[in-house]
């Protein structure tokens, strides 16, 4: 996968694309857009572990990119993904976890 450039981004234009009567549509690159992780209530009196785990799951996007553009070119499973994942990302995933989760991974992700 490779990200292509339409020119840089105008939030202006962009703004002005978003809406179908514009008279005068502009060249914009889309500006990044936040990803949010949302829980309801009962999910989070019920599982607040998870929901804890999921309050810190932040992917840079590169290495988002960078995996997808693996599991694409390899024909790989998303669990194949989630593997090199954890086996490329120590650094980023080890945040997430508690001290006995991080050390269980640990001791068999090599």
Do not use: Y
């Not at 962009?14 to 309801?40: E, I, M, R, Y």
């Not at 785990?53 to 840079?60: A, E, I, Q, T």
């Not at 997808?68 to 954890?86: C, I, N, P, T």
Request: without cysteine; charged residues 25%.
């Amino acid at each position: 996968m490779k990200k292509l450039s339409i020119g840089p981004i105008d939030a202006k234009v962009h703004s002005g694309n978003q809406n179908k009567g514009t008279a005068n549509p502009g060249v914009s690159d889309f500006p990044p857009a936040p990803v949010l992780t949302v829980v309801t209530s009962a999910f989070k009196k019920r599982e607040p572990a998870i929901a804890k785990l999921m309050s810190k799951v932040s992917f840079d996007v590169e290495v988002m990119n960078g995996l997808l553009a693996w599991k694409k070119d390899k024909g790989a499973s998303a669990e194949e993904a989630a593997v090199r994942f954890l086996n490329t990302q120590k650094s980023t995933w080890t945040n997430w976890v508690n001290d006995g989760a991080r050390k269980k991974l640990s001791a068999i992700i090599k």
